[in-house]
């Protein structure tokens, strides 16, 4: 079999496997108990304590006592619940209004530090090519092109800092000039594999270039604007987007980490007591979202209940698990079943986990 034959049978196997589901299903109908109301408080609330960290500290705060910088410590750890509600908005989320849905994705996207449709795409990306050979895993190397010292810096240097980064950086290409950019755009869609086609297809969308362009000089007016504002302070400053950077690119890829590859739909549920795993609106039941995606997050643990879904392991021994470095692809698990129930099997067995954790 050609490798273009191989493509294209992978190809089908992705798109089979991202079928919508039917309008008349349970998906659909929990898609319209999107919590609106909270939503908003949420975002009010992020909106908020961006604006409290980039401009209300260092102008009004900092000059009165540089022990005002000690409130940057609990708004850090906000930084992935204000993910969480960003992906809502990914997904269309948010809102059930997709023009209000859009206007919160944009400004969350804005304060987050990257155009939402950047986000956005190439967080669908994810869920359609996830652990596909276009997308093994941020950990999966293979020793044949790379040794393990290469895939090592790599790999640590993309969950420390490299995936926030890489996310804002992204922003500086649509601000090429337009030959260049054309012509990089038409590149991947000539010699780019499936994935790489499937993105430059949507930013042939000359709206959604405009918009990222627009959401971009917002970005770094805001940043540069907040950096001018922090002046002698600049070490706290560049202290919270350090922060920042880490645990976005940490904790976005501990719910990937050793899961099979060839497994679309496929992510760990990680156990967290019940106030933080809402505090994280239920990011952490990640199999449960890439089975249902059009999902609320509300509704995610009733999905969790209905689906007999257990959990793989605590939050927290998984995200220390990621130490543990890249693994070879012939040491990476395979599907543990192929068939209906593939979406939800992996090769590890659950954790065990005490009966109440369980019921949760």
């Known amino acids: 079999m050609t490798m273009e034959q191989r493509e294209a049978v992978c190809e089908r196997a992705i798109y089979m496997s991202n079928l919508p589901v039917s309008f008349s299903s349970p998906t659909r109908a929990a898609k319209l108990l999107i919590p609106d109301v909270f939503n908003y408080s949420l975002a009010g609330l992020c909106i908020f304590l961006n604006l409290f960290q980039f401009f209300i500290l260092p102008l009004y705060l900092l000059p009165k006592s540089i022990w005002w910088g ?113 012509k990089m755009r038409q590149r991947l869609l000539d010699q780019g594999n499936i994935q790489e086609k499937w993105l430059a297809k949507k930013f042939m969308d000359d709206q959604i270039v405009r918009q990222v362009r627009a959401d971009g000089m917002a970005i770094c007016l805001i940043f540069v604007l907040s950096a001018f504002c922090f002046g002698t302070h600049w070490r706290l400053f560049i202290s919270l987007l350090m922060v920042r950077t880490f645990l976005i690119s940490f904790l976005d890829n501990v719910y990937h980490y050793r899961t099979p590859v060839q497994v679309t739909v496929s992510g760990h549920n990680l156990f967290l007591p019940r106030m933080f795993s809402r505090l994280v609106l239920h990011f952490n039941l990640h199999r449960v979202h890439h089975a249902n995606p059009a999902v609320p997050w509300i509704k995610l643990p009733d999905f969790f209940a209905q689906q007999s879904e257990t959990f793989d392991r605590g939050f927290f021994s998984a995200a220390l698990d990621q130490l543990s470095g890249p693994i070879a692809l012939s040491d990476a698990a395979l599907p543990a079943a192929i068939g209906s129930n593939a979406r939800r099997k992996t090769l590890s067995e659950p954790t065990s986990i005490p009966d109440n954790v369980k019921e949760w």
């Open 70 to 182: 000690v409130s940057l410590i609990p708004i850090a750890c906000l930084n992935n619940p204000f993910w969480a509600l960003l992906h809502e908005a990914i997904h269309d989320l948010f809102n059930s209004s997709g023009r209000i849905n859009l206007a919160f994705g944009r400004l969350l996207s804005i304060f987050f530090g990257s155009p939402f449709h950047v986000l956005r795409l190439t967080h669908l990306s994810h869920h359609k090519f996830n652990r596909s050979p276009m997308e093994r895993g941020t950990e999966i190397y293979d020793p044949a092109k790379a040794s393990r010292a290469k895939a090592s810096f790599r790999y640590f240097f993309y969950i420390f800092c490299g995936l926030y980064l890489l996310e804002v950086a992204s922003t500086f290409i649509f601000f090429l000039p337009s030959n260049i950019f054309r």
